[in-house]
C-alpha cells in the first residue's frame, strides 16, 4: 500500500491503514488543519475563536501561570537587549517612577536587600574606598555641614523633603569636584540618587 503523506510503499498493519508511520500522522494532521485555516470557512472559525470569551479566559489563565510569566520575563529581556529604543524608553520609565511614592519605597526596599548580599556590601566598601581617594585633602567639619543644613532650613535642595537628607557634591568628585563645604548641597536620598554624578540636573 502506498502512504497518503509521503508516497512510500509499506506494509499496513490495520487493513483500513493509509498512513505509514506516526511521523507521518502527526504531519498529515498538521498539513490539514493549516489547509482548513487557509480556507474561507476555517479563516472565518478563527476570527469567530480569537473574538470569543472563551480564548480571552483561557490566555488570562495562561498568563497567571508561573511557567507563563518567566517565559513573558525571558522573551521582555531578550527584546530589551536587541533594541537601544526600548532600553532607552525603559530608562524613562524607571526615572519618572522613581520619583513617585511608590517608586521611592520600592526602590527603599530594593536597595536595602541589596546592600545586604555579599555583592551589595562589597560594593560598599569599593565606594567609600573610591570615595576616599577623590576626596583627598579636603574636608568638611560637622560644623560647617550644620551650617549648610541651617541655610536650606534643614529640607532637601531638590525637592523639599524633610527626612532621609544626605550631603551632595554639587560638582561630583569624580567630575574634579572638590570636598569643601561650598561645593555641597542637602539632597534627600531620593533627590541625591537621581542626581548621580551629573554636573546638570533638575529633581
Known amino acids: 500500500m502506498i502512504c497518503n503523506f509521503c508516497n512510500t510503499d509499506f506494509e499496513p498493519a490495520h487493513f483500513n491503514s493509509k498512513l505509514c508511520s506516526d511521523k507521518c500522522r502527526i504531519l498529515s494532521r498538521s498539513a490539514s488543519k493549516a489547509s482548513y485555516k487557509k480556507s474561507e470557512k476555517g479563516a472565518a472559525s478563527e476570527a469567530k475563536w480569537v473574538s470569543s470569551e472563551k480564548r480571552k479566559n483561557n490566555e488570562k489563565g495562561y498568563r497567571q501561570k508561573p511557567r507563563s510569566k518567566?517565559?513573558?520575563v525571558i522573551r521582555s529581556t531578550r527584546s530589551l537587549s536587541l533594541s537601544p529604543i526600548l532600553q532607552e524608553k525603559k530608562r524613562a520609565r524607571d526615572a519618572e517612577f522613581s520619583i513617585t511614592e511608590k517608586g521611592?519605597?520600592?526602590?527603599?526596599?530594593?536597595?536595602?536587600?541589596?546592600?545586604?548580599?555579599?555583592k551589595g556590601k562589597i560594593s560598599q566598601i569599593n565606594a567609600k574606598a573610591r570615595r576616599r581617594q577623590l576626596e583627598?585633602?579636603?574636608k568638611i567639619t560637622a560644623k560647617e555641614w550644620a551650617g549648610k543644613l541651617d541655610e536650606h532650613n534643614y529640607t532637601c535642595n531638590g525637592c523639599g523633603a524633610e527626612e532621609n537628607i544626605e550631603m551632595d557634591h554639587i560638582i561630583p568628585l569624580s567630575k574634579g569636584g572638590k570636598h569643601h563645604v561650598d561645593n555641597t548641597q542637602p539632597l534627600c536620598r531620593s533627590c541625591n540618587a537621581s542626581k548621580g554624578d551629573r554636573l546638570e540636573w533638575v529633581s
Open 136 to 138: 583627598g585633602d579636603g
Open 104 to 118: 521611592k519605597t520600592i526602590n527603599k526596599v530594593a536597595r536595602k536587600r541589596y546592600m545586604q548580599t555579599p
Open 70 to 72: 518567566d517565559l513573558a
